[in-house]
């Protein structure tokens, strides 16, 4: 609302309602005078939101606005002073605004008095507030009890995990009510709302998946959660087992859940049991494809040597998603142990399967493969002219040329193993390549700083400042990388210094962005993790 606009809408009150003082309007005096003027609710709502947008209200309106508040019987007024009091965010209004909240609002009105009250004692943040907050969790009115669970998660407020546990847990609550509860648990961060969280990890209702809230808050909540994910992951924890069996949970979901999960913690416990995942089998072979999936992406996390020979002999799968998998994480362990069998993938009969393994030749390997990329180069027109008779996918109706574009495809690769001869084991030369790398030699610049530890340490906002990729991919690596490098120290701080805010905005700007959604659940865990350091 314009300046003008105010003036001109308070000179009208003073002509309908009788006429104003002359005074300041800088000073409470003149508000209070217009207030008292204007007798019916909907003016004095007109008012105090004219002050709201004035520009004029500051801490000295405090002492009207406390006692308008407490003397203001109709629910809208109350409730616009409130948010003209949120806006102040004066620990002074703690009082105030606590003795108008009313938990037993059953008119509409009134409730929006509740909401209006818990947003401002959320934007003052002082956990005095909390004991008045909680049994507004039982309120009638989601909407109040939605922005009442937000409040508690910021204040972290220990005395409303129970009965947030039996939001989170309520089947006859509304699933975004259920989200909000669980998100509001991993703020907090109780170890008291593990199990509770366990079951929401694998709970589905009305179609509604639970998974991304409750993995994350067990992310937030750190090594309490993974004591409780072992024996979820190695299939041991029998009152779980009983009570996915009663819910009708494929007991395959922690298996594969509770390892995703894990493989955020880079909890090192869990590798000999996710090795073992890796050889998992099953009837259904897409659960069966998922379960080692997840295990291998775990292990690749977590950079676990042990992995590199399983998932060396698992890379010969025939899908390319599945494929994808297995040599991601063997490119994240980063062994050149895994280039033979690289090598012989790149060999396949499709096309796509083909890039895969090619990608992570490019990703592993160095001047010593361009031997191997010339010689696959050479050999894929004729892999295409043979892929086209099957499968005349789109292209092959000019095989000749699709045959060409894919070997110089290949050859391409060889850039990324020149710079890896180039820079072998030296950081800054990595460094110097970050702001102008394509899609895949980003990937390899990444995953060599993100494994040089206190080698790289100076890098880390170099490194970070390529968190904005476009390609997911790409993305992904880097944001990896940086959890890796962000476990030095002094890297941790000098991220956190250069990048935090910049973070913060990318997650708010991006939000409910589809092309990022899945990327930026990774990007959200580096932020706990650079906020907690």
């Not at 309520?170 to 259920?178: G, K, R, T």
């Not at 494809?289 to 950079?303: E, H, K, P, S």
């Not at 012989?344 to 083909?354: E, F, H, Q, V």
């Amino acid at each position: 609302m314009s300046r003008s606009f105010v003036a001109l809408s308070l000179a009208v009150s003073c002509l309908t309602l009788g006429g104003c003082k002359k005074e300041d309007p800088k000073t409470p005096e003149y508000w209070q005078s217009s207030m008292e003027g204007a007798k019916r609710p909907d003016d004095r709502v007109r008012v105090i939101e004219s002050l709201r947008t004035s520009g004029n209200v500051n801490e000295q309106f405090l002492p009207l606005l406390h006692a308008k508040l407490s003397s203001e019987r109709k629910p809208e007024v109350k409730a616009a002073v409130a948010r003209t009091l949120g806006d102040l965010h004066h620990p002074s209004s703690l009082e105030p605004l606590t003795a108008a909240l009313d938990p037993s609002a059953s008119d509409a009105s009134e409730q929006q008095v509740n909401k209006a009250v818990v947003t401002a004692l959320g934007r003052i943040g002082d956990a005095r507030a909390v004991p008045s907050l909680v049994p507004l969790l039982r309120s009638k009115d989601n909407y109040t009890r939605i922005e009442a669970v937000q409040v508690l998660g910021a204040l972290k407020a220990k005395s409303a995990v129970e009965p947030l546990i039996a939001m989170a847990t309520d089947e006859a609550a509304e699933p975004f009510l259920n989200k909000k509860a669980i998100e509001a648990l991993g703020q907090i961060g109780d170890p008291r709302a593990i199990p509770a969280l366990l079951r929401t990890l694998t709970k589905e209702r009305k179609g509604v998946s639970f998974y991304v809230e409750s993995s994350f808050a067990l992310y937030q909540l750190g090594t309490p959660a993974a004591d409780a994910l072992l024996p979820a992951l190695e299939g041991k924890d029998a009152e779980l087992l009983s009570w996915a069996k009663a819910q009708g949970v494929n007991p395959a979901s922690y298996p594969m859940k509770a390892a995703q999960v894990l493989g955020d913690l880079r909890e090192k416990r869990a590798v000999p049991s996710l090795v073992k995942q890796l050889s998992f089998t099953h009837s259904d072979p897409q659960i069966q494809a998922l379960v080692r999936m997840q295990a291998a992406d775990a292990l690749g996390r977590m950079r676990a040597p042990e992995a590199v020979k399983p998932l060396s002999a698992l890379v010969g799968e025939p899908d390319p998603t599945v494929r994808d998998a297995y040599v991601r994480a063997l490119v994240l362990v980063g062994s050149r142990d895994a280039l033979p069998a690289l090598e012989k993938a790149a060999g396949s009969p499709d096309w796509y399967a083909r890039e895969v393994a090619l990608k992570g030749i490019a990703l592993l390997g160095d001047a010593r493969e361009q031997p191997v990329l010339a010689k696959l180069a050479a050999a894929e027109p004729a892999r295409t002219a043979s892929d086209c008779k099957v499968t005349g996918e789109e292209g092959c109706e000019d095989a000749a040329a699709l045959g060409k574009k894919r070997a110089d495809l290949v050859l391409g690769h060889g850039a990324v193993l020149e710079a890896a001869q180039a820079c072998a084991g030296n950081a800054g030369c990595w460094s110097q390549r970050l702001p102008k790398a394509d899609a895949v030699l980003l990937e390899r610049a990444a995953l060599e700083l993100g494994r040089s530890g206190a080698a790289a340490a100076d890098v880390g906002p170099t490194l970070a400042t390529r968190l904005t990729e476009k390609n997911t991919e790409a993305r992904a690596t880097v944001i990896q990388a940086v959890d890796w490098l962000t476990d030095e120290p002094a890297a941790a701080k000098k991220v956190r210094e250069a990048s935090l805010p910049a973070l913060r905005k990318q997650l708010e700007d991006e939000k409910g962005n589809s092309n990022f959604v899945r990327v930026n659940e990774d990007l959200r865990r580096l932020l706990v993790k650079l906020e907690r350091t």
